[in-house]
């Protein structure tokens, strides 16, 4: 039952993500939305992390499994786009590494910040 409350908060921001798609006239996806207000919720506390975690720790781990229909359907339209593979291996090669630094920079920040707090509070 515990499952099945977290999933029903998880669903219902994507469904308010999905109206807010369908409302606003912006070229925004509905899961951004989604995430957006997930995170707001997370932070003023509307939603507590408790409330979320173990459903979302577990969409988390079989996110891979999404992945295979996709990678799959590249398959069938590799003789339509053999003429931009070049573009799009190295796009994809690119992008990889660009959101592997951002991500490497950001976590660092963010444990910095956490360590200068940490020595804040210890000095208190």
């Known amino acids: 039952m515990k499952y099945i409350k977290q999933l029903s908060v998880i ?9 807010l798609n369908l409302v606003l006239p912006l070229p925004v996806p ?3 939305y989604g995430m957006i207000i997930m995170f707001l919720c997370l932070m003023t506390g509307i939603v ?3 409330m979320v975690e173990e459903t ?3 969409l988390v781990s079989i996110m891979p499994l999404m992945f295979i229909e996709p990678t799959t359907s590249i398959m069938t339209v590799i003789f339509d786009v053999k003429e931009s593979i070049a573009a799009i291996f190295v796009i994809s ?14 976590a660092e920040c963010i444990m910095k910040h956490r360590a200068g707090k940490e020595k804040t509070n210890d000095k208190s």
Do not use: C, P
């Open 48 to 50: 507590k992390l408790y």
């Open 56 to 58: 979302a720790d577990f």
């Open 93 to 106: 090669i690119v992008s990889t590494i660009v959101v592997t630094g951002v991500t490497g920079v950001v």
């Open 30 to 32: 509905a899961s951004v």
């Open 11 to 19: 669903l219902t921001i994507s469904f308010i993500g999905e109206m």
